[in-house]
């Protein structure tokens, strides 16, 4: 019989992915891995994934073999390759998440937490919750970035309502100027018409 054996690798997402193609990443993984007796988790934030594949030495290969000629991802890098003597992940053929999470959960723990429950192995816990910390930091900049970039918005915004309004006051002092000199010029003509009448 296969040794057991456990891989983990991070990666980086080759193009944008959206929620629902992770989802049915998900869907899809599960089939596979349960055919394969593999099993793990998955962290996606967006930018990148972590993954832990477990189970029999050929399956766990050949799964990252395929894994590593999708071209929706890159820069994969294998940083546990080792055998086992326990499963750390339990029955999941593959538990996915997205980082980082919305909510904690009623007793404040976050579903990673409670997935990471039970993994005894040290470098494995690590390597995820480093991964959750990163994501949790990108997520910040990122909003940072956004937040940023309203406050020029803000500015650009104001400087244009005060250009608007210039506008409007230049075009207002030029009727009112227009109105001015068509006053005088009907007053002049008045005046030039009483001139003739009294001369
Ligand atoms: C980040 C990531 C994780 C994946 N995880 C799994 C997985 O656990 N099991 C699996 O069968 N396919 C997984 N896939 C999909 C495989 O890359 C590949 O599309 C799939 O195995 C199709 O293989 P096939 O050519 O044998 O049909 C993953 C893909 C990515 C991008």
């Known amino acids: 019989m296969d040794a057991l054996w456990r891989i983990i690798y991070t990666s980086q997402c080759a193009r944008h992915w959206h ?16 055919e394969r007796e593999v099993t793990g988790l998955l962290l996606f934030d967006g930018a990148g994934f972590v993954q832990a594949l477990e189970g029999p030495e050929a399956m766990v290969r050949l799964t990252l073999e395929r894994i590593g000629q999708d071209r929706r991802h890159h820069h994969l890098i294998v940083a546990v390759d080792e055998g086992t003597v326990a499963r750390q992940f339990g029955t999941w053929a593959m538990r996915c998440r997205q980082m980082p ?13 409670h997935d990471l ?6 470098r494995t816990r690590a390597i995820f919750l480093d991964f959750a910390r990163l994501s949790v930091q990108r997520a910040r900049r990122l909003g940072a970035r956004k937040a940023a970039l309203t406050l ?21 002092r030029n009727q009112a100027v227009r109105r001015l000199a068509d006053d005088a ?3 002049d003509s008045a005046t030039r018409r ?4 009294n001369s």
């Open 101 to 113: 999470e919305l909510a904690p959960s009623e007793d404040g723990s976050t579903a990673l937490m």
């Open 117 to 122: 429950a039970g993994v005894t192995d040290g």
């Open 152 to 172: 020029e918005e803000r500015a650009m915004q104001t400087h244009l309502d005060l250009l608007v309004q210039q506008a409007q006051e230049a075009l207002d």
């Open 185 to 187: 010029a009907r007053l």
């Open 19 to 34: 929620v629902a193609e992770f989802g049915e990443l998900e869907a899809f993984s599960v089939r596979r891995n349960a």
């Open 194 to 197: 009483q001139f003739r009448l």
